[in-house]
């Protein structure tokens, strides 16, 4: 990513990506 | 756009509130524990040389434990944002009450804040939220305060913490630690504050949370709003809880990995 501001917090996206890991 | 929905947490606000047997350590202010708003909550005390309840209601530590607590654990009727209800907050004041004037973030040293991470590594805590900076940092206090990160990273404890807010660039004993996530302050427009500190290291293995004009619960039952890094850090913490809760059988590697992706 290479910048000095991190990503915003997204939840849903981590919600669906751990639904997909533990099913 | 509300704050919850800004970081994308509304659907899971909706899906649980959180489950008791995820324990949050709280490393702040002492809380208002008998707040309407805060009494159906999961409090659970580990006091430190400090009670875990306020004793004067107006002092900055409690204000600023208690919106803190709020943020995290409220009444979801409450106005505060009360993103996790439901799992349990284990407070571990390390602010006095007696600090006068109004400090923006409350300060603690690397000694006083290795031994508070020790303490809710004890008592089970699954992510801790440290909405707090340093003061007095020497060396050998650092290189303690480092074992206590390593400490929580073998235990798979996670660790969401204050950017800081002095409008810098860089980062500090806290934030360069690699195990844990550093948390910068955003509008509601998910822009930076002009006072969070931003840096490399920030930008690469931090998050950015809502930290302006958040409201949240005062100690004497009245409204607060507030804003900074330290208030950005709870919706970090809240959503790794709400995680956690949904996927108990998640490592703490996936579920910072999840959040990170």
């Known amino acids: 990513r290479g910048s000095v501001v991190p990503p915003l917090l997204d939840a849903e996206s981590a919600w669906q990506i751990l639904s997909t890991v533990n099913t | 756009m509300h704050p919850t929905e800004l970081v994308k947490l509304t659907r899971l606000m909706q899906r649980t509130q959180g489950s008791s047997d995820i324990r949050i350590g709280l490393i702040d202010g002492p809380v208002a524990t008998s707040h309407t708003d805060l009494t159906n909550g999961h409090l659970q005390e580990i006091s430190g040389n400090n009670g875990a309840s306020c004793t004067r209601n107006n002092s900055n530590a409690c204000l600023h434990g208690t919106f803190i607590a709020g943020v995290l654990a409220a009444r979801r009727t409450s106005p505060a944002p009360a993103i996790c209800p439901d799992c349990t907050l284990l407070i571990r004041p390390i602010f ?90 955003c509008d509601l427009r998910g822009y930076p504050i002009n006072e969070s500190n931003l840096g490399s290291t920030i930008g690469t293995r931090g998050l950015s949370a809502p930290g302006d004009n958040i409201t949240g619960l005062g100690a004497e039952g009245q409204i607060l709003t507030m804003g900074g890094t330290s208030v950005a850090v709870p919706f970090v913490t809240g959503a790794i809880a709400l995680l956690w809760s949904q996927f108990p059988d998640a490592t703490a590697a996936q579920i910072k990995l999840a959040l990170m992706s």
Request: glycine share 8%; net charge negative; aromatic share 4%.
């Open chain 2, 96 to 185: 006095s009450e007696s600090t006068s004037g109004r400090e923006h973030m409350p300060s603690a040293t690397p000694q006083e804040l290795a031994g508070a991470i020790f303490d809710c590594i004890n008592a089970g805590a699954r992510v801790i939220n440290l909405s707090l900076a340093l003061a007095q940092p020497s060396t050998r206090e650092e290189k303690l305060l480092d074992e206590a990160f390593n400490r929580a990273l073998s235990r798979g404890v996670l660790i969401a913490a204050a950017a800081g807010n002095q409008g810098m660039l860089g980062s500090s004993v806290i934030t360069r630690h690699p195990w844990v996530i550093p948390v910068v302050a």
